[in-house]
């Protein structure tokens, strides 16, 4: 499955932004999706996942009662609604699919192109 993730840009500390991904080539119903980000310097670490079914989500702690994670699988597209939004949060956006019901990068196995999210203060 091809991934293709927009959305980013530059917002105020306070501010909001939406990032959707877009899938293509496979069977989306079938995948965990995930959004992971990556700051400059830092590894990689996970944000936010849902479940092939859109039942279950997960968050970091850090963007946890300020970022949404939502699904629509007859459009094939995974979105994040992030509010609130810190300093801290800026970092490349990245949006991903695993087999698995999973918080952990490694098990995800195809990962679109990334989108700058900049937060200034």
């Known amino acids: 499955v091809q991934l293709q993730a927009s959305g980013g840009g530059l917002v105020q500390a306070g501010g909001s932004l939406r990032l959707s991904c877009a899938a293509s080539g496979g069977t989306f119903s079938n995948y965990c999706m995930g959004w992971f980000r990556q700051a400059p310097g830092k590894e990689r670490e996970f944000v936010a996942a849902?479940?092939?079914?859109?039942?279950?989500?997960y968050y970091a702690d850090s963007v946890k009662g300020r970022f949404a994670i939502s699904r629509d699988n007859a459009r094939n597209t995974v979105d994040l609604q992030m509010n609130s939004l810190k300093p801290e949060d800026t970092a490349v956006y990245y949006c991903a699919g695993s087999n698995f019901e999973t918080t952990k990068v490694a098990r995800y196995d195809y990962w679109g192109r990334g989108t700058q999210v900049t937060v200034s203060s």
């Open positions: 849902i479940s092939w079914s859109g039942v279950m989500t």
